[in-house]
């Protein structure tokens, strides 16, 4: 779910039309972002995989401080991998992106219904692999609104974790 997320924030972050956003696994987990250019040439952020980084500069923006975090060392990285997303194996990221296409509110239902669902699981009440169809269920249920305020995302937010604990999350377990 999480590449899911990152794709519907690189919508709403950068206006980024969802059929020019690609998702690529890098099992190294060094590239974090990549921007491809009209010329065809490519930034990337790269980092260790540790978030204390993009918290310090979260918090210090727009200013760079040093830090004593543990650098890339590319001599020692060697390779760097990567593969086509395996949707069936991972089967939120579509439907991140199907959230995305229906527009409006459905991107707060998957959230929250896929927040609810982790808890679940992690409180053992839920299995791993029935999160998928848990957010499945919330996103069915839902008509998205396309106009809508701050209120109406609360309104929404909150009853579909109501629903996802009390109804979709108990057909599917």
């Known amino acids: 779910m999480n590449k899911g997320l990152?794709?519907?924030?690189?919508?709403?972050?950068?206006?980024?039309?969802?059929?020019?956003?690609?998702v690529v696994v890098h099992p190294q987990s060094i590239i974090h972002s990549m921007v491809e250019f009209v010329d065809g040439s490519v930034k990337a952020q790269l980092g260790l995989p540790d978030m204390r980084l993009p918290i310090q500069y979260a918090l210090t923006y727009p200013e760079r401080l040093p830090s004593q975090y543990r650098r890339v060392d590319f001599a020692e990285l060697g390779n760097m991998t990567f593969l086509p997303p395996d949707t069936e194996r991972f089967p939120c990221l579509p439907l991140a992106s199907h959230a995305l296409a229906m527009g409006g509110t459905a991107p707060a239902v998957l959230n929250a219904a896929n927040e609810v669902a982790v808890e679940l699981f992690l409180a053992g009440k839920l299995p791993f692999c029935a999160i998928p169809a848990v957010i499945r269920e919330a996103l069915n249920a839902h008509?998205?609104?396309?106009?809508?305020?701050?209120?109406?995302?609360?309104?929404?937010?909150a009853e579909t974790r109501r629903r996802t604990r009390d109804e979709f999350a108990l057909t599917i377990s």
């Open 6 to 22: 990152e794709v519907i924030e690189a919508y709403w972050l950068f206006g980024i039309p969802p059929e020019k956003i690609h």
């Open 143 to 157: 008509t998205p609104a396309h106009e809508f305020t701050m209120q109406d995302l609360e309104r929404i937010d």
